[in-house]
């Protein structure tokens, strides 16, 4: 069984300032993590994945995760946000094996981007 | 096609009718698969496809909901009887193959039940 649970629900940052949204997992095996993005009326797209290569693993528009065994996180990063950062992001978690696509989604963290 | 196309993209429809919606992924991924992003229960695995069999199904909700894929191409769920907490967001995704490979998903048919 596997489950992720994204720490914060809404998250607010001002453009320029750093940006890190929370995420712990829960896996019976080694899992393979994911965040996506999803914009408003737009659907879901990849920043980044993890699949038992390097822990720290770099995805599009200068986001970053890093795979923490011992803590079970797999928390994102940015060091300069954007205003077109804000969005929904979605901490996933993907079954081992044959069943690579039933994807486990956290609840979701919606990003806001002050000016 | 550049990415998983899905339609209708919104979809309204009376209580006890039954609805179609279709995907048709990237062309040449093997794996396809459903999802259901709703308000309350956020994003949910449905079924999943390898070629036209589905080897997991085990989120389908109940036996109103049914799905298949031919040709190893496009897919169809089928809702029958619809009921207003059917209503969301049913997304389709696909990937190369089962194995590792990035998972696209396409933009999702709203489906409203009135």
């Known amino acids: 069984a596997q489950s992720v649970t994204q720490l914060d629900s809404h998250v607010s940052v001002s453009e320029g300032t750093p940006v890190l949204l929370r995420c712990n997992y829960s896996?019976?095996?080694?899992?393979?993590l994911f965040w996506y993005v999803q914009h408003p009326n737009k659907g879901l797209q990849l920043l980044l994945k993890?699949?038992?290569?390097?822990?720290l693993v770099k995805g599009i528009n200068g986001f970053e995760a890093e795979f923490k065994k011992s803590e079970t996180s797999f928390h994102l990063t940015k060091p300069s946000a954007h205003m077109s950062d804000a969005a929904e992001y979605f901490c996933?978690?993907?079954?081992?094996?044959?069943?690579?696509?039933?994807?486990?989604f956290g609840q979701g963290t919606i990003l806001t981007v002050h000016p | 096609g550049a990415g998983v196309s899905q339609s209708p993209s919104n979809k309204v429809t009376e209580k006890g009718k039954d609805v179609e919606l279709r995907c048709d992924p990237i062309?040449?991924?093997?794996?396809l698969y459903w999802y259901r992003q709703s308000l309350g229960q956020g994003l949910e695995f449905l079924i999943y496809?390898?070629?036209?069999?589905?080897?997991?199904k085990s989120g389908l909700p109940s036996d109103r909901f049914s799905a298949e894929r031919t040709g190893g191409s496009v897919s169809t769920l089928t809702i029958q009887r619809t009921q207003q907490e059917d209503s969301a967001v049913y997304l389709c995704?696909?990937?190369?193959?089962?194995?590792?490979?990035?998972?696209?998903f396409g933009e999702g048919s709203w489906l409203t039940v009135v």
């Open positions: 896996s019976s095996y080694s899992p393979s």
């Open positions: 996933v978690v993907g079954a081992g094996g044959t069943s690579y696509g039933k994807l486990t």
């Open positions: 995704a696909s990937s190369f193959d089962s194995s590792g490979n990035t998972i696209y």
């Open positions: 496809f390898q070629g036209n069999s589905a080897p997991d």
């Open positions: 062309s040449g991924h093997t794996a």
């Open positions: 993890y699949t038992s290569a390097a822990t």
